[in-house]
């Protein structure tokens, strides 16, 4: 008999390799060198024999987005029009845009007193002000670029999806994602096979502690009876990512979530209402209205400064002593919930988790796609995918060529992307040419509608297109 010598200390050290041999195989640490650019999914070169006309209902952040694409590209798109109730917005905005006085108005119901004069409405407002200017444009026979999210309501999303194929008016609604090259890159290896047959996903969305507050604390969506829900507010754009990735319809949706942290019973103690009233805790408050807007100087596109820098001071500490942004996040009347989580069914037996979480330090999407052939991972700026059949995986990285000139836009290039879309949808009144359709779209919405519901009442929903 051989006599084993091997102490128990040998043997766990050996044990260990060999499961650490087993958690991380050696076939799959080879990643290619090189990394590939995406490569983005561009429109065919066009330029329309006149420029579309539009008018812009809120001149705000979106509306100056989609609205500068015009002033880049005035041969595809021509602001003729804007309603703003805001007066510096609105004459800003109209300033820009050559926009004549007969053709400003202070409110969305003002621009429909008026017969159609332009070929499009581009509606930017509120997102409890979507329906109305919606269905009257509708009416009216102007075509629409809808902002996110279509409505409020599931009802009031699904009567406009009926207005629109009732009239034939051209409507895309803005999930920009769809048009970023990183996503484009990540649906077209999906479909050509290159991971097998989607088994699972995983999606995250990091909101970021600041933007959280300032966003959903303090800001325009901090309370979805007044606004929209945030899974719709914020998440729509992932639920419908998720849908177009996964490429099949969501059956089954279960979520939870709450409002922990953003509440006056976690208020610290010696805080005031506002950050400006002598908070005894303001100088150690990552929410700090004073650190975040005036010592930083950062998430400042909201507030209407002057053109003077040197008056920008003062300008700030007026908002933090009159607007929602300068009070306290832990005495706002605020209902959004600041983490939430998704299960979801798909056809096919399909599996997908989603995690909207407010508490981070950082941003950008985390995407998880599993197949049968192999797997992609990644964080908006890159991603590898792995070939279970080689065992090699492959880096895709965010260089992009430009030769559209669109890189410079939001969302990795996918707002100017996306106002392109549509004005040749538009220009050729072809509604197949769309790829964020609101027939594509209202898909995303019932997912999200369905979550809240599933949230406030502790069920699984049926998702019901």
């Known amino acids: 008999m051989v006599q084993n010598n091997w102490s128990r200390r040998n043997a766990m050290k050996a044990f260990g390799l060999g499961l650490a041999g087993f958690m991380v195989p050696t076939a799959f640490k080879k990643i290619k060198a ?15 024999g006149k420029p579309v006309t539009a008018i ?12 500068s694409f015009g002033l880049a590209f005035p041969e595809m798109l021509n602001i003729v029009g804007v309603a703003e109730p805001i007066e510096i917005r609105r004459k800003r905005y109209a300033t820009n845009h ?8 202070v409110t969305w119901e003002h621009v429909f007193e008026r017969p159609k004069f332009a070929d499009a409405i581009i509606i930017t407002t509120p997102d409890h002000l979507h329906y109305g200017p919606c269905m009257q444009a509708l009416e009216m026979g102007y075509d629409i670029l809808l902002e996110k999210p279509i409505a409020p309501t599931e009802q009031e999303c699904r009567d406009i999806l009926q207005k629109v194929n009732q009239t034939g008016q051209i409507v895309a609604v803005c999930h920009v994602l769809r048009f970023a090259p990183y996503f484009q890159k990540m649906e077209a290896l999906l479909r050509s096979g290159a991971i097998g047959e989607i088994k ?4 995250f969305e990091p909101v970021q502690h600041v933007h959280m507050a300032h966003s959903y604390v303090r800001g325009n969506w901090h309370n979805s009876k007044t606004s929209t829900p945030i899974i719709l507010g914020k998440s729509s754009h992932d639920t419908d990512m998720m849908r177009w990735l996964i490429g099949r319809p969501c059956r089954s949706i279960s979520a939870f979530g709450q409002l922990s942290w953003f509440r006056s019973d976690n208020a610290p103690d010696g805080s005031t209402d506002r950050c400006i009233n002598g908070c005894a805790i303001e100088k150690e408050c990552p929410y700090s209205a004073l650190r975040i807007y005036y010592r930083n100087r950062s998430w400042l596109h909201v507030f209407d400064l002057p053109e003077e820098r040197e008056q920008h001071g003062d300008a700030i500490l007026e908002y933090l002593r009159t607007s929602d ?9 605020n209902d959004q919930p600041d983490h939430y989580v998704c299960a979801m069914e798909f056809e096919k037996g399909i599996t997908a988790t989603f995690n909207m979480e407010a508490f981070t330090s950082y941003h950008g999407r985390r995407t998880r796609m599993m197949g049968a052939m192999g797997d992609i991972r990644g964080d908006m700026k890159n991603f590898i995918l792995t070939d279970f059949k ?21 969302h990795g290039g996918g707002d100017w992307r996306l106002a392109h879309n549509w004005v040749k949808a538009v220009a050729k009144q072809d509604s197949s040419l769309l790829t964020s359709s609101i027939e594509a779209s209202i898909e995303s919405h019932i997912m999200g509608f369905a979550a809240e519901r599933s949230r406030l009442n502790g069920r699984i929903e049926d998702v019901v297109v």
């Open 34 to 48: 090189e990394k590939i650019p995406f490569t983005a999914i561009r429109e065919e070169p066009f330029v329309p």
């Open 56 to 67: 812009t209902l809120g001149a705000g952040s979106r509306g100056n987005v989609y609205g």
């Open 98 to 105: 050559g926009i004549m006085e007969s053709n400003q108005f």
């Open 200 to 203: 699972s996903m995983h999606h």
């Open 325 to 333: 942004y300068g009070r306290c996040v832990y005495r706002m009347d």
């Open 390 to 410: 080689t065992g090699e995986s492959s880096v895709f990285d965010d260089s992009v060529e430009d030769v559209e000139g669109y890189q410079e836009s939001g």
